[in-house]
């Protein structure tokens, strides 16, 4: 199973980043997909949800509004449009594979990540 997240980078408050996760070793469309994120000395956060078909969704509280997730599941894909963001959104984002459909759920398998850094 691998998962690879790519996309990030350094943006301005109030930018917009789009992350891609590219799967591979599973059925993707068989599965939830989560994004998180973890910020240098703070615990790993789940931050976006997405239902396997792609019709069901979950967000963290403080992303509501300026995140979207969505799947291509014909091209073992999933994305993370990232709009408005905030210096807060500084971390290192992680696609991963899920059991159930919640921000809350622990990931399976993840890959390594991309850095999103939001700062003037």
């Known amino acids: 199973v691998q998962l690879q997240a790519s996309g990030g980078g350094l943006v301005p408050p109030g930018g917009s980043l789009r992350l891609s996760c590219a799967a591979s070793?599973?059925?993707?469309?068989?599965?939830?997909i989560g994004w998180f994120r973890q910020a240098p000395g703070k615990v790993l956060e789940g931050v976006s949800c997405?239902?396997?078909?792609?019709?069901?969704?979950r967000y963290l509280d403080s992303v509501k509004g300026r995140f979207t997730v969505s799947r291509d599941n014909g091209n073992n894909k999933a994305y993370l449009e990232m709009n408005s963001q905030k210096p807060e959104d500084t971390a290192r984002y992680y696609c991963?594979?899920?059991?159930?459909?919640?921000?809350?759920?622990?990931?399976?398998?993840w890959g390594q990540g991309t850095q999103v850094t939001v700062s003037s």
């Open positions: 991963a594979q899920l059991s159930t459909l919640g921000i809350y759920t622990p990931p399976i398998y």
């Open positions: 070793g599973f059925t993707f469309g068989d599965f939830e």
């Open positions: 997405i239902s396997p078909w792609g019709d069901t969704t």
